[in-house]
């Protein structure tokens, strides 16, 4: 038996969210264990979710399939982008691209009872999930497998609780991402235990394992603390939208049982607003995590380019003007850095904005070994009481026209900061505030071409 039951385009986030949905469906209809239905329809939702952001559309389809006499549910995905190189060592972990890619597919991998890929350059990516039917389960054949078919098709769209439980499940991942670090943590203090174990055979051996137990120490720290920021997200920052998403769909639901349509429809916008929360919120807490974790390489970067770069992808105000000088230098530098740098600071200074029209300015100079730039605006300011709070992790103003505003962009900032061994400040005395930064000065090539010349 290979029966298809139903095929869904890919072409949105909401398409994603109804893959899950199915796969959810699928696995209850056929009688697979709770959990392992969460396991299966997550796979299908990393692998989905995997076609979007690096190809923009695909399709999935969903089959029984009967192999030796046991059914599986199966999930095919495919798409016509440009093929993953490196398939078969991304799947052994030998090799990991940057930015956290391929790690969705290394993750469903181990969700399912069989997984299959196939990339080809230039000819797309084919992937194959099943999930094996109990031995137990309900009666399943052609007529009740069209049966399924016949419901998806006249099935209603998408509910506002299926996008809560696209939410979930990034939470979901989130906290799994908790768990590993801590099973790290744990394994890093039992490498210290074994190396205080050894301390007691010589002097020699003594000084050496000093020196790798301090090193341990502080990579065990820095583990901890990014613990801690998380475990502070999830039973905080994540509660109250999630807690709010909960009680305002139990409102809908209540006014939709009622036929009072308008009344839910005015509470709609106040779901899509505490999601967006969320996902903001999510977003940045892992920018903040992996930001320093990643090996970036250094190349020559112009900074000038690198800031119009930075500020096309940016909603700038009629009225707001960003002045970018022609004497910023060519840096010797690791990019993302500095575009996170960069799109932090002109994001603030452009959202906490308070007049129609204003002015934003980009300076530079060089002090030494390093080169000091400037973000500066001639908005409201900051108190100068608040001006060193503005760096810590989920320090936010109490203004209530941005609640999009997670208080993680600045301490990003300082974090990048802390890496590269430079610094970064505030100037605001009443209207205007001046960010201040330093990075590590390298002679530029053209600067190094022309000083072997002389």
């Not at 209809?29 to 796979?43: C, E, H, L, M, R």
């Not at 999930?131 to 099935?155: C, L, M, S, T």
Request: glycine fraction near 6%; include cysteine; charge should be negative.
């Amino acid at each position: 038996m290979d029966q298809p039951i139903t095929t869904i385009k890919l072409q949105n986030e909401l398409d994603v969210v109804l893959a899950y949905k199915r796969a959810m469906q699928l696995s209850e209809f056929s009688g697979i264990p709770i959990a392992s239905q969460t396991k299966f329809a997550t796979a299908v939702s990393e692998i989905c979710r995997n076609v979007l952001e690096h190809v923009g559309d695909g399709t999935i389809r969903f089959s029984m399939i009967e192999n030796r006499g046991i059914l599986s549910l199966e999930a095919y995905v495919t798409d016509r982008g440009r093929g993953i190189p490196n398939v078969e060592d991304l799947l052994d972990r030998k090799y990991t691209p940057s930015g956290g890619k391929g790690q969705g597919i290394y993750s469903s991998r181990k969700l399912v009872d069989f997984f299959h890929i196939e990339s080809d350059f230039e000819k797309g990516t084919r992937v194959r999930l099943q999930k094996r039917i109990p031995g137990n389960h309900p009666p399943i054949n052609k007529a009740i497998i069209q049966g399924w078919a016949d419901y998806f098709n006249v099935e209603s769209e998408i509910s506002p609780y299926a996008e809560i439980k696209r939410q979930n499940m990034q939470l979901i991942e989130l906290m799994e991402q908790l768990r590993v670090r801590t099973i790290e943590a744990e394994y890093q203090l039992q490498e210290i235990q074994h190396l205080n174990q050894e301390l007691q055979t010589s002097n020699h051996e003594i000084n050496v394992l000093l020196q790798e137990r301090e090193k341990k120490n502080q990579q065990l720290e820095k583990v901890n603390k990014t613990l801690d920021e998380f475990a502070h997200t999830i039973t905080h920052d994540l509660k109250a939208p999630l807690q709010n998403i909960l009680g305002l769909s139990d409102a809908v639901t209540d006014f939709l049982l009622e036929g009072e349509i308008e009344r839910a429809q005015e509470v709609m916008p106040m779901i899509q607003q505490q999601t967006q929360r969320m996902e903001h919120l999510i977003t940045d807490v892992l920018a903040y995590s992996l930001t320093g974790r990643q090996q970036v390489q250094s190349k020559p970067v112009s900074v000038g380019q690198l800031v119009n770069a930075v500020i096309s992808t940016l909603t700038v105000p009629e009225g707001i003007r960003i002045h970018v000088p022609d004497n910023l230098p060519v840096l010797e530098a690791e990019e993302i850095y500095l575009q996170q740098v960069f799109g932090n600071l002109l994001t603030n200074a452009i959202k906490y904005h308070d007049q129609p029209t204003g002015n934003i300015w980009i300076k530079v100079s060089q002090q030494g070994g390093y080169w000091e730039f400037v973000v500066e605006d001639d908005g409201p300011g900051i108190p100068a009481q608040n001006q060193e709070k503005v760096f810590e992790l989920f320090e936010t103003t109490s203004d209530v026209n941005h609640p999009d505003s997670t208080g993680i962009g600045l301490a990003i900032v300082r974090k990048i900061m802390q890496e590269k061994e430079g610094r970064v400040w505030v100037k605001s005395n009443g209207r205007g505030t001046a960010m201040h930064f330093t990075w590590p000065s390298v002679a530029d090539p053209l600067t190094q071409l022309a000083s072997s010349i002389v």
